[in-house]
């Protein structure tokens, strides 16, 4: 068996005298909370397609789950979206195209 020593989010396997370093993230992609119908969340998604970013999407009228997540982001009481959520946990509110180049270094 080969022991596995988690620190935080990363972590290491040991056998016999050779370590093998994996970076682990519990979300290792953006994540983007939207709906169909909304033009803020279809701008996001081109500027997604555009810089050829992957990411998840999930659609708040298909997903309750989804809109809990939205919930939590908004802490104004509104339900806002898109919802654009980055690996490090940072995450943006309607951002716009600008806004998404800043915050990707693009």
């Known amino acids: 068996m080969i022991p596995k020593y988690i620190i935080g ?24 909370y939207g709906a169909e119908w909304c033009a803020d969340c279809r701008r996001a998604k081109l500027f997604f397609r555009d810089h050829n970013i992957s990411y998840i999407y999930k659609n708040i009228d298909e997903d309750a789950d989804a809109m809990e997540k939205v919930k939590k982001y908004n802490n104004n009481g509104n339900n806002s979206i898109p919802v ?15 806004a998404l180049e800043e915050k990707l270094s693009l």
Do not use: A, Q, R
């Open 9 to 32: 989010l990363n972590y290491c396997i040991i056998e016999e005298f050779t370590i093998v370093y994996l970076l682990y993230s519990h979300m290792e992609e953006i994540i983007m």
């Open 84 to 98: 654009v959520v980055f690996p490090d946990g940072s995450f943006l509110i309607e951002p716009s195209y600008k």
